[in-house]
C-alpha cells in the first residue's frame, strides 16, 4: 500500500521568517544601488591643504594641469634602422 505525502503548509514562523529575510535583501540591494561608493560619510569633508585646482585656461603648477616629463635619449644603434 502506498503511503501519500501529505502537503503541510508553512508555519506561520517560518512564512515570517522568509517575508524578513526578503525585506532585508531588498533593502540592501536598494542601498547598495543607491548609495554613494566609498562608504556613508557622516560629514563634509575640508579638502586637505595642498596644490591648487586648475583654473580655466591654467596647465602648470595646479592639480589637473600638465606635467613634464624627462625621456632619456635613444641609444644610437636604435636610430640607425
Avoid: N
Amino acid at each position: 500500500m502506498k503511503t501519500q505525502d501529505t502537503y503541510r503548509p508553512f508555519t506561520w514562523r517560518r512564512r515570517l521568517l522568509i517575508l524578513l529575510l526578503a525585506l532585508a535583501t531588498a533593502a540592501t540591494v536598494i542601498l547598495t544601488l543607491v548609495g554613494e561608493p566609498g562608504g556613508a560619510r557622516l560629514g563634509r569633508e575640508e579638502r586637505a591643504a595642498g596644490p591648487p585646482l586648475c583654473s580655466h585656461g591654467q596647465t602648470t603648477e595646479c592639480v589637473g594641469g600638465k606635467a613634464d616629463v624627462i625621456v632619456p635619449a635613444r641609444p644610437a644603434s636604435a636610430a640607425a634602422p
